[in-house]
Protein backbone atom coordinates (compact mmCIF):
# COMPACT_ATOMS: atom_id res chain seq x y z
CA UNK A 1 0.00 0.00 0.00
CA UNK A 2 1.64 3.38 -1.16
CA UNK A 3 1.54 6.16 1.46
CA UNK A 4 2.37 9.57 1.33
CA UNK A 5 3.35 11.29 4.88
CA UNK A 6 3.60 15.33 5.23
CA UNK A 7 5.48 17.07 7.74
CA UNK A 8 7.04 20.14 7.83
CA UNK A 9 3.51 22.29 8.40
CA UNK A 10 3.35 24.95 11.34
CA UNK A 11 2.80 28.84 12.42
CA UNK A 12 5.25 31.16 10.95
CA UNK A 13 5.20 35.40 10.81
CA UNK A 14 5.13 36.60 7.04
CA UNK A 15 8.17 36.81 5.54
CA UNK A 16 10.00 33.61 7.31
CA UNK A 17 10.36 30.11 6.38
CA UNK A 18 9.19 26.76 6.69
CA UNK A 19 10.28 23.09 4.94
CA UNK A 20 7.60 20.43 3.73
CA UNK A 21 8.98 17.12 3.90
CA UNK A 22 6.37 14.39 2.01
CA UNK A 23 8.30 10.60 2.71
CA UNK A 24 7.08 7.67 0.88
CA UNK A 25 6.20 4.46 1.39
CA UNK A 26 5.36 1.03 -0.15
CA UNK A 27 7.36 1.50 -3.18
CA UNK A 28 9.46 3.68 -5.37
CA UNK A 29 8.89 5.44 -8.48
CA UNK A 30 11.25 5.11 -11.08
CA UNK A 31 9.50 7.36 -13.24
CA UNK A 32 7.39 9.75 -11.80
CA UNK A 33 6.16 13.14 -10.89
CA UNK A 34 5.19 14.61 -7.68
CA UNK A 35 3.47 17.56 -6.57
CA UNK A 36 2.64 20.18 -3.70
CA UNK A 37 -1.39 21.29 -4.03
CA UNK A 38 -2.67 23.67 -1.13
CA UNK A 39 -6.50 24.55 -0.23
CA UNK A 40 -7.19 27.07 2.55
CA UNK A 41 -10.61 27.35 3.66
CA UNK A 42 -13.43 28.28 1.09
CA UNK A 43 -11.19 27.96 -1.55
CA UNK A 44 -10.38 25.02 -4.25
CA UNK A 45 -7.33 23.51 -4.12
CA UNK A 46 -4.64 24.54 -6.27
CA UNK A 47 -1.22 23.55 -7.84
CA UNK A 48 1.65 25.19 -5.72
CA UNK A 49 4.65 22.84 -7.26
CA UNK A 50 5.55 19.92 -8.89
CA UNK A 51 9.08 17.54 -9.58
CA UNK A 52 8.93 14.53 -12.66
CA UNK A 53 11.87 12.94 -12.95
CA UNK A 54 12.51 9.67 -15.45
CA UNK A 55 14.42 6.40 -15.04
CA UNK A 56 15.50 7.52 -11.30
CA UNK A 57 17.42 10.60 -12.68
CA UNK A 58 16.80 14.45 -13.70
CA UNK A 59 14.39 16.46 -12.42
CA UNK A 60 12.00 19.19 -14.34
CA UNK A 61 10.37 21.70 -11.69
CA UNK A 62 7.14 23.36 -12.45
CA UNK A 63 5.49 26.58 -10.26
CA UNK A 64 2.61 27.82 -9.57
CA UNK A 65 3.20 31.73 -10.49
CA UNK A 66 1.93 32.75 -6.98
CA UNK A 67 5.14 30.86 -5.45
CA UNK A 68 7.42 31.46 -8.02
CA UNK A 69 11.11 32.93 -6.65
CA UNK A 70 9.86 31.90 -3.39
CA UNK A 71 9.44 27.94 -3.08
CA UNK A 72 11.74 25.38 -4.14
CA UNK A 73 10.55 21.88 -4.86
CA UNK A 74 13.30 19.05 -4.87
CA UNK A 75 13.59 15.33 -4.20
CA UNK A 76 15.71 12.83 -2.51
CA UNK A 77 16.19 8.94 -4.73
CA UNK A 78 17.63 7.88 -0.91
CA UNK A 79 14.92 9.10 1.03
CA UNK A 80 11.72 8.41 -1.09
CA UNK A 81 11.15 12.25 -0.54
CA UNK A 82 10.26 15.50 -2.04
CA UNK A 83 10.67 18.34 -0.04
CA UNK A 84 9.31 22.29 -0.44
CA UNK A 85 11.07 24.81 0.42
CA UNK A 86 8.99 28.16 1.20
CA UNK A 87 10.74 31.29 1.70
CA UNK A 88 9.62 34.85 1.81
CA UNK A 89 6.03 33.37 3.34
CA UNK A 90 2.61 35.64 2.71
CA UNK A 91 -0.26 35.65 5.09
CA UNK A 92 -1.82 34.47 1.73
CA UNK A 93 0.10 31.14 1.69
CA UNK A 94 -1.81 29.84 4.54
CA UNK A 95 -3.61 26.36 3.70
CA UNK A 96 -3.63 22.79 4.30
CA UNK A 97 -0.18 21.77 1.89
CA UNK A 98 -1.10 18.36 0.20
CA UNK A 99 1.42 16.06 -1.09
CA UNK A 100 0.65 13.89 -4.13
CA UNK A 101 2.19 11.55 -6.51
CA UNK A 102 1.44 10.45 -10.70
CA UNK A 103 3.39 7.01 -11.73
CA UNK A 104 4.58 9.27 -14.86
CA UNK A 105 6.51 11.46 -16.53
CA UNK A 106 5.34 14.64 -17.31
CA UNK A 107 7.07 17.00 -19.70
CA UNK A 108 4.66 20.06 -19.04
CA UNK A 109 4.09 22.58 -16.13
CA UNK A 110 -0.04 22.23 -17.92
CA UNK A 111 0.34 18.14 -17.71
CA UNK A 112 1.77 18.95 -14.06
CA UNK A 113 -1.08 20.72 -13.09
CA UNK A 114 -3.52 19.36 -14.46
CA UNK A 115 -2.81 15.39 -13.88
CA UNK A 116 -5.00 13.31 -11.67
CA UNK A 117 -2.46 12.07 -9.61
CA UNK A 118 -2.66 8.37 -8.37
CA UNK A 119 -1.88 9.05 -4.33
CA UNK A 120 -2.20 11.80 -2.17
CA UNK A 121 -1.17 12.38 1.43
CA UNK A 122 -3.15 13.80 4.40
CA UNK A 123 -2.33 17.76 4.17
CA UNK A 124 -0.09 19.35 6.97
CA UNK A 125 -1.47 23.12 8.12
CA UNK A 126 0.80 25.88 7.06
CA UNK A 127 -0.25 29.25 9.04
CA UNK A 128 1.37 32.53 8.06
CA UNK A 129 0.69 35.67 10.79
CA UNK A 130 0.50 38.96 9.44
Known amino acids: QVQLVESGGGLVQAGGSLRLSCVVS????????MGWFRQAPGKEREFVAAISWINWSGGSTYYADSVKGRFTISRDNAKNAVYLQMNRLRPEDTAVYYCAAEDKFLVTAAQAMGARYDYWGQGTQVTVSS
Open 26 to 33: GRTFGSAT
